[in-house]
């Protein structure tokens, strides 16, 4: 069975040689170009990713562009950064297409070289905890890899099109009962800084939207 892949990509043209030459065979990444000024679409094309334009700003903007140019009845997403290897998808995907999970997230593990700033670290904790406390479902990280059933998150009706996407699918997910899980996936040196970790701004911003999903999200969950 094959599996999409949904790349979201802004100026990551230095990452997806590395990133689209280490997918997995059977995945098929689906780089969605959300306004990048360097040749990120151009270098994706040329390395045979399916690209998709998404001149909407906003991280959740552009994962929905991707799941819906998806064919595949498993879809997985993860950064282009380079910050985690794709041959660690079938980690996250595995248990969803054997029909044990319904969403599965990558906890990041830093590597040697990784640069997971504290601010980025602190703000990741406190977020994953009041999670917990909501669903009762037992994570520690709001990754960047997840893997779940196409049809069923189109069905949950995502309405967040910024950095609170994330967020608002594992809290809609665990409203309508799926079942979760999290596993280890390395978090490895990125390519570049990271447009959210790389700046306390950058940071706070996400923080800001996922403050708001929580808050719009309030009777969803267990908690």
């Given amino acids: 069975m094959s599996v999409d892949v949904v790349l979201p990509c802004l100026d990551e043209e230095a990452a997806l040689p590395w990133v689209l030459g ?31 334009s998404e001149p909407r700003r906003g991280f959740g903007a552009a994962c929905h562009a991707g799941l819906l140019a998806a064919t595949a009845d498993v879809v997985c997403f993860m950064d282009a950064d380079a910050s985690i290897d794709p041959r660690q998808l079938p980690r996250t995907a595995g248990p969803v297409l054997a029909g044990r999970c319904d969403l599965v997230l990558g906890r990041r593990m830093a590597r040697a070289g990784a640069r997971w700033p504290l601010h980025a670290r602190l703000g990741n904790v406190v977020l994953a905890a009041r999670v917990r406390r909501r669903t009762g479902v037992p994570l520690h990280d709001l990754g960047p890899m997840r893997a779940c059933g196409r049809a069923g998150l189109l069905a949950l009706g995502l309405t967040d099109r910024r950095f609170g996407y ?52 309030g009777g969803t969950g267990r908690a």
Avoid at 37 to 46: H, L, M, P, W, Y
């Fill in 166 to 217: 994330p967020l608002e699918m594992v809290l809609r997910a665990a409203g309508a009962g799926w079942r979760i899980a999290e596993t280890e996936v390395d978090y490895l040196p990125r390519a570049g800084r990271s447009k959210v970790t790389g700046t306390v701004r950058g940071t706070l911003r996400a923080l800001a939207d996922m403050r708001r999903v929580l808050a719009e999200q």
């Fill in 22 to 52: 280490r997918m997995p065979d059977g995945y098929r990444p689906i780089v969605v170009d959300n306004g990048s000024t360097d040749g990120s679409a151009r270098v994706a094309a040329a390395l045979g990713a399916l690209v998709v």
